[in-house]
C-alpha cells in the first residue's frame, strides 16, 4: 500500500516532469485520480460531466488550448472576410468518397461511415456541411508539420466533405486510419480516429469533434478521449460495428450519430487539438 508521502512526492515528481518525459504510466495515474474523484463527486450528487475539463493536466497543452478573457460578439460576414474557404463551389456528393481522389487506390482496410446529424430532441439537422480529415492507415497526415516516420500514401489525402440530407445523414467512404505517436509524453499514442467539422450558417458556427472505433487498446492511455471524465460521454464518441452497412466484398461499415445539443450531445473539441 502507498503511503500518503509516497503520493505526495509522486505527485511532485510529475510536476517537474515535462511532456516529452513523462512516462505513460505517470499519465495513467493522474488520469485515474482524476476520474476517481469525478466517481466520488458523483457519488456525492455532484453534476455530470458530458463535455471535456478546459483543464486536464494529462492532456499538457489543453492548458493552452481555450479562451482566458471574456468571449466578444462578432460579425460573421467580417470573419468570413479572414477565415479559410473550403471550396469555391457547392459540394459534390463524390466529394464524400476519399478514396478516388488520386490516379491509384489507396492502400489499406476501406471503410463506409455512415449516420445523422441529429439535434437534443432527436430531430435531423439536414444541409449541414460535414468536413473530415484523418491519418492513411499508416498513421500519417498530408502535413508538412507530421514527421511521424511512416509511409505516406500518394493515393490518399485523407480530406472529404459531405452535406447532410433531409433526414440529417451522412455517408463516407474512407480508409480506416491507423494510430499515430504525438507529443503528449513518452511514448505516447493516439487511437485511430477520424475528425469531423461541422458548420452552422456562418464560419463562426463551427463544431469540430472526433470518431473512435470500438474495441481500440489505446483508450485507456490516451489524455484527449480521457479528459471526458465521464464514461458515457466518451462511449458516445466511438462508432458501432454495422453490419447491415458493410459491402460484400467491399468495405466494412460503422454507424455515427452525432448529436449537437441536449444531455446525449456528442463532444466537440477546440480547434487546434491534435
Do not use: C
Not at 9 to 19: F, G, K, T
Not at 49 to 78: G, V
Amino acid at each position: 500500500m502507498e503511503t500518503e508521502e509516497g503520493v505526495i512526492q509522486d505527485s511532485l515528481v510529475i510536476e517537474r516532469l515535462d511532456a516529452a518525459e513523462a512516462s505513460q504510466d505517470h499519465i495513467s495515474a493522474e488520469i485515474e485520480s482524476i476520474h476517481a474523484a469525478y466517481r466520488t463527486s458523483v457519488d456525492d450528487g455532484g453534476a455530470e460531466e458530458t463535455q471535456p475539463r478546459l483543464d486536464f493536466s494529462p492532456y499538457r497543452s489543453s492548458l493552452l488550448r481555450h479562451p482566458t478573457k471574456n468571449l466578444h460578439h462578432t460579425d460573421p460576414e467580417t470573419i468570413e472576410l479572414w477565415s479559410p474557404a473550403f471550396g469555391h463551389q457547392d459540394v459534390h456528393p463524390l466529394e464524400s468518397n476519399l478514396t478516388i481522389q488520386h490516379n491509384g487506390e489507396p492502400l489499406g482496410e476501406r471503410i463506409i461511415v455512415r449516420g445523422r446529424v441529429l439535434d437534443g430532441d432527436g430531430r435531423p439537422v439536414r444541409n449541414q456541411l460535414i468536413e473530415v480529415w484523418q491519418a492513411n492507415s499508416a498513421g500519417r497526415y498530408i502535413h508538412k508539420r507530421d514527421q511521424h516516420p511512416a509511409p505516406i500514401d500518394p493515393n490518399f489525402t485523407g480530406v472529404g466533405r459531405a452535406i447532410t440530407g433531409d433526414d440529417g445523414s451522412y455517408e463516407f467512404l474512407t480508409i480506416k486510419p491507423g494510430p499515430y505517436p504525438w507529443k503528449n509524453h513518452f511514448n505516447a499514442w493516439r487511437p485511430a480516429h477520424i475528425h469531423f467539422s461541422l458548420f452552422g450558417t456562418d464560419f463562426t458556427q463551427r463544431m469540430i469533434t472526433q470518431m473512435y472505433f470500438p474495441g481500440d487498446p489505446l483508450f485507456a492511455l490516451d489524455p484527449i478521449y480521457q479528459s471526458i471524465t465521464d464514461p458515457l460521454a466518451r462511449d458516445r464518441l466511438v462508432a458501432a460495428y454495422d453490419h447491415s452497412i458493410t459491402s460484400h466484398e467491399w468495405a466494412t461499415g460503422y454507424n455515427w450519430d452525432i448529436v449537437l445539443s441536449g444531455s446525449n450531445r456528442t463532444w466537440m473539441e477546440e480547434e487546434d487539438a491534435e
